[in-house]
């Protein structure tokens, strides 16, 4: 099947040959083509070109044409918690009375809240919630993704969040990468136990995560009343050993040292960021670490931003991805998430489409087949409807800018 989009008024985000990622004054090029076509065999993009030089001896099973509309490509979301069980609506309304996200954890809510309710809920009626939010995020621009378990807690629950994710791989055509999180918080019957804890992760539940091949990627909240710097290290050294690479949480409200350690341990991606030291930064150029900030966090929370414009200034990449879970981000807007780092973190609209592009796609291990609109990556891409330019995704924050959503070739 070879398919033409013909007429588009801009295409965004090309290369001819894959980067890694991009990075410090590299973030602010966005490479576009206007009066545009592009060509998908099946579920491969083909080629691409201006108008003028469209191949007029192919035999093409459908033309679409897209005037003046813009196309880019599917997000790429390397931070979610997609896979949970009911809501947690009441500790939104605590906030609003003034607890704090710290307080409501203190009291037995937050990440307990949810591995509680999970623990109870079938592995059926978790994968039909999960599969809703899937298929809602497709439709929202979102081309590849990654889900963390860490709302189980047990070995049963984590098994059961990790097994979920594999199904969601299986049955949607959206790239979905697999995270173990066992140790996302302590669970209440290891309350002042954290070494036992820990090393029922290691030794009970991470050999059968690495024996079923359930995940890519291993992770840990390395956070003040989480899990330490010391912890970090020991579970990552874990990790390593079955061949799991770590995508860390680090620096969300304290800074503590997390970000040497994914350093350390050669960390795909170091994520939160929102509180950032000059050593911090210092810390991460060089590396092939990619640091990922999470504004819809900040926003839902009222906690501070990444210091993008500063990280970016001193040079560093950085990607951009939801977080989506149900205590402190319960959205999977890419749009929003690119709209608020342009708004609230003064990126560009291109550093934030690239954040939300390229580089998100190398926070999962995709950059050779996602992120971009290259020969030979996957056909993901949005079709806008009739927009003046891509600023103005960012600009008109509120609004569906999206016409249709094409991933691997088809239309969703």
């Not at 894959?18 to 490479?31: A, D, R």
């Not at 080629?47 to 790429?76: E, Q, R, Y």
């Not at 690495?210 to 390395?222: G, M, P, S, T, W």
Request: aromatic letters at 8%.
């Amino acid at each position: 099947m070879k398919t033409a989009f013909i007429n588009i008024k801009e295409l965004i985000q090309i290369e001819d040959l894959p980067k890694k990622y991009v990075s410090g004054k590299e973030m602010s090029k966005l490479p576009t083509l206007k009066n545009a076509f592009l060509i998908v065999e099946n579920d491969i993009i083909s080629d691409f070109g201006t108008m003028d030089n469209l191949p007029n001896n192919i035999h093409f099973n459908s033309i679409i044409d897209v005037t003046d509309k813009l196309i880019l490509p599917t997000w790429c979301d390397s931070h979610t918690h997609i896979v949970y069980a009911g809501n947690r609506v009441q500790e939104f309304v605590d906030r609003i009375h003034g607890l704090t996200y710290e307080a409501i954890a203190n009291k037995g809510g937050g990440i307990l809240n949810s591995a509680k309710l999970l623990q109870k809920t079938s592995e059926e009626d978790l994968y039909a919630q999960a599969a809703t939010r899937v298929e809602e995020v497709m439709q929202l621009g979102t081309g590849a993704v990654e889900i963390k378990s860490g709302y189980g807690l047990t070995k049963d629950a984590e098994l059961k969040m990790l097994r979920v994710i594999k199904r969601l791989e299986e049955n949607y055509p959206i790239t979905i990468k697999a995270t173990f999180l066992g140790a996302h918080a302590l669970p209440i019957e290891f309350k002042d136990k954290k070494n036992e804890y820990l090393t029922d992760v290691i030794e009970n539940i991470l050999p059968t995560v690495a024996k079923e091949n359930l995940a890519e990627f291993i992770d840990i909240f390395c956070e003040t009343g989480y899990f330490s710097v010391e912890d970090t290290e020991q579970l990552l050294e874990a990790g390593k050993r079955y061949g799991l690479k770590p995508k860390i949480h680090v620096n969300q409200f304290n800074a503590i040292g997390g970000i040497q350690a994914g350093v350390k341990y050669n960390a795909l991606s170091v994520d939160h960021l929102e509180a950032m030291r000059d050593e911090d930064i210092e810390c991460l150029k060089n590396t092939n670490t990619m640091p990922v900030a999470l504004p819809s966090c900040s926003y839902f929370l009222s906690i501070p931003y990444t210091p993008a414009r500063k990280m970016i200034d001193a040079g560093l990449p950085l990607a951009l991805a939801t977080d989506y879970n149900p205590g402190s981000t319960p959205s999977g807007n890419m749009n929003f998430v690119v709209a608020t780092a342009c708004i609230k973190m003064k990126m560009t609209p291109e550093e934030a489409i690239n954040a939300a592009t390229i580089n998100g796609a190398y926070a999962m291990g995709l950059e050779k087949t996602h992120g971009s609109i290259c020969r030979g990556k996957k056909a993901n891409f949005i079709v806008t409807k009739k927009i003046p330019n891509y600023n103005f995704i960012p600009y008109s924050f509120g609004n569906n800018h999206i016409e249709r959503i094409f991933i691997e070739g088809v239309e969703i």
